[in-house]
């Protein structure tokens, strides 16, 4: 009998992903925008996958194209008939375009750092498995993806014994084009082996799994509680 993996269905976790991304997207106000941050980063913490040092030194990566977007708006964007001067910092500034400039930039963030946050967070194996038996996913198409996410290890590996090879034999590191032949030869014989591997496997959509990746009522409560986090604040602002 298979066995269940504990926590919730990467699959939901995929989907999470694209349901935040449109709700950012529609977003009216830039504090709507932070709200939905905070509440995917929430979701992330409690199920254990937020990556908070990735996601630290990725925000601060952000913070010069954010700012450089919010200045570049505000300078490039047209005044309200209705608007109005504010002060800050001793200078004047138009409200209405540095409402727009400041909701144009959180927006671009917040989708950046969403995206990043559910997709680090995701256990890529466990979501091609969880297509292959809650979807339908071609086995043999999703066996190929895990290959393709399994041969970035053996690259690796590969790349860093040419390059210990490289230097036994010149005593210096060769230029970049020195191991392109040589690692399309070791991709070549990787693919090899792993499609024969595949088709000795005797691959078919009906095959059986050691772990199952069957959706759960657990999954399908923690989906249906993320939609009511986002819908109720949408109906709050139309109404």
Request: glycine share 4%; hydrophobic share 50%.
């Amino acid at each position: 009998m298979p066995q269940q993996e504990k926590g919730v269905n990467d699959l939901i976790i995929f989907g999470l992903t694209f349901i935040y991304t449109m709700a950012v997207l529609i977003s009216p106000t830039w504090q709507i925008c932070v709200y939905w941050v905070g509440l995917s980063l929430f979701q992330l913490m409690i199920l254990g996958r937020l990556r908070w040092k990735l996601i630290l030194l990725f925000s601060i990566f952000l913070l010069i194209p954010g700012i450089s977007l919010m200045i570049t708006s505000y300078l490039h964007l047209k005044g309200s008939f209705n608007s109005y001067s504010i002060i800050l910092l001793g200078r004047e500034f138009d409200h209405y375009r540095l409402t727009q400039s400041l909701y144009l930039a959180v927006r671009a963030a917040a989708l950046s750092l969403i995206s990043f946050s559910f997709l680090t967070a995701i256990h890529y194996e466990k979501l091609i498995y969880s297509l292959i038996q809650n979807l339908r996913f071609p086995v043999i198409w999703g066996y190929a993806l895990l290959v393709a996410f399994n041969s970035v290890g053996n690259i690796q590996a590969e790349f860093k014994r040419i390059q210990q090879a490289a230097m036994m034999r010149f005593s210096r590191k060769p230029l970049f084009y020195f191991y392109i032949i040589p690692l399309l030869v070791s991709a070549t014989r990787y693919s090899q082996q792993a499609a024969m591997s595949i088709q000795s496997r005797g691959l078919s959509q009906d095959k059986s799994f050691i772990n199952s990746e069957k959706l759960r009522l657990f999954d399908m409560l923690f989906l249906i509680i993320n939609l009511t986090g986002i819908i109720i604040p949408l109906i709050c602002l139309i109404y």
